[in-house]
């Protein structure tokens, strides 16, 4: 969990986020052992920031990964841990439900860490299941 949170600190660090001033960091880790990471990318035309967890997931599945979602991490620059906006819990979930995993979301703070389920922050999720 602490190497994936920093990877996850590591990477906000090069969030593109001159307009919020909030930079984000997420952190995938699979099955295989394998690290992604992603940072918020954000745009003069506000609306059309991309968020950390979404670049994450955006960069695994644009590489060919499909499922082995074990565990993520968010890391932010508020004091309180961050945990995933609604957009990028259905994200997220897409991709873990592609290996039928029930990932570990690690939400990290300053001092304090949060860790629930993703079925924890998206119940009753619609899925690729849900289109059959
Ligand atoms: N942000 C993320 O990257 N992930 C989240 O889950 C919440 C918010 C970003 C979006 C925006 O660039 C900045 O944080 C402030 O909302």
Redesign the pocket.
């Known amino acids: 969990m602490d190497d994936l949170i920093s990877a996850a600190r590591e990477a906000g660090s090069t969030a593109y ?1 001159p307009y ?1 001033n ?1 930079q ?1 960091g997420a952190a995938l880790l699979f099955a295989d052992g394998s690290v992604v990471t992603g940072a ?1 990318v ?1 745009n003069a035309s506000y609306g059309l ?1 991309l ?3 979404t670049v994450a997931v955006a960069k695994a599945m644009s590489s060919g990964t499909r499922g082995g979602l074990e565990a993520v991490a ?1 890391t932010g620059p508020a004091h309180d841990p ?1 945990t ?2 609604g957009r ?1 819990r259905q994200v997220l979930n897409e991709l873990a439900a592609l290996g039928g995993t029930d990932p570990d979301v690690h939400c990290a703070g300053a001092d304090e860490v949060i860790t629930v389920k993703l079925s924890q922050l998206l119940p009753m999720a619609f899925g690729p299941d849900s289109l059959v």
């Open positions: 986020a919020s909030f984000v918020n954000e920031g968020c950390a967890e968010v961050i995933p906006c990028c």
